[in-house]
């Protein structure tokens, strides 16, 4: 009896694997084709200047509607990306494309600089000459663009990487570390390398500003930021609470749901026309009054 049960339930395990090693290589081959069947979109999260919300920059997110399997979130088919090496072809697209708009926005005078997510495995001497191409085909100006790097690219083969960032920042780029806090580095990491900017995460932000430890975390690393000369962005901002404490305490920039959420080009683009038309509205203001 004992053994038949143990039989059932490892059928039932192998058939559970079975099904998600078919769901991940239904996944793999329908990413294949994403590129090619122009099934990858952009979509960018303003951010904000916390003491006055004054709209300074957006983070690029991509994102895949499969014809077949609808949309996938980032947090599902980047990692499948990077396991198969397909993040290459896709962060170049990703690059290129971020890029060309930026430079568009800015040929229709609503400049704004632009974060792009770049992968660990996307860190190779490659990555340098692809950044100085995507910006000298578009004419983009380096110091519109961001590059933002997780902390475990800090951990691997340190003096190639830091010798890398040096290159990518020599030519005007800014470097953000994403996701800080998540990871094992440790703030003494930080000052070895050329980073000019800290995302703190957004687990660390939830429960703000109840929960003591998240607010003691947080403090310490705007601490840290500050001595190392480091400009501060907050993630996933959700609360009029959350801001007032972030701002409080002397982080600089936030992005998240209370502001907005991640937008489609048109709307990103309605966006950026309405912060110009309030900056210039006073000054039309003053001109016809005289
Ligand atoms: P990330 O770079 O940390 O991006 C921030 C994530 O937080 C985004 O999820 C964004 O939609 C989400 N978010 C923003 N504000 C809020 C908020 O107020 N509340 C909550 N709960 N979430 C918020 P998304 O777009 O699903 O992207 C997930 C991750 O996928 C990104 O995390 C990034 O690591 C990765 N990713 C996205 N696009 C790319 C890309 O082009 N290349 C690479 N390599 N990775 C990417
Ligand atoms: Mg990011
Ligand atoms: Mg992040
Ligand atoms: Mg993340």
Request: aromatic share 6%; proline share 4%; glycine share 8%.
């Amino acid at each position: 009896h004992a053994k038949a049960q143990g039989r059932n339930r490892s059928q039932f395990f192998t058939r559970e694997i079975n099904d998600s090693l078919a769901q991940r290589l239904q996944m793999e081959q329908a990413l294949r084709q994403a590129l090619a069947n122009d099934e990858l979109s952009l979509n960018y999260q303003p951010q904000y200047r916390l003491s006055d919300g004054a709209l300074i920059g957006c983070e690029v997110l991509l994102r895949w509607h499969s014809a077949e399997l609808g949309p996938v979130g980032p947090d599902r088919f980047v990692p499948l990306a990077e396991e198969t090496g397909m993040i290459g072809a896709i962060g170049h697209w990703v690059l290129r494309s971020a890029c060309l708009q930026a430079a568009l926005w800015r040929a229709q005078g609503l400049e704004i600089p632009v974060a792009v997510n770049v992968s660990a495995c996307q860190l190779t001497p490659g990555l340098v000459n692809e950044v100085a191409g995507a910006l000298a085909e578009t004419r983009l100006p380096a110091g519109l663009l961001t590059l933002e790097l997780t902390e475990t690219v800090l951990m691997q083969r340190q003096d190639e990487t830091r010798a890398l960032l040096h290159e990518l920042r020599a030519l005007g780029v800014g470097l953000a570390m994403d996701d800080f806090g998540t990871g094992y580095s440790s703030l003494a990491y930080l000052k070895r390398f050329p980073i000019d900017k800290l995302k703190i995460d957004r687990a660390f932000v939830h429960g703000l500003p109840a929960d003591g430890d998240g607010c003691a975390i947080i403090r310490a690393v705007l601490e840290v930021a500050r001595h190392l000369g480091l400009a501060t962005v907050a993630e996933g901002i959700e609360t009029p609470e959350q801001h007032a404490f972030l701002n409080g305490i002397g982080c600089e920039e936030g992005q998240g749901y209370l502001f907005a959420r991640p937008l489609p080009v048109d709307a990103m683009t309605d966006l950026l026309l309405a912060a110009r038309a309030q900056e210039v509205e006073p000054a039309l203001c003053q001109g016809s009054s005289r």
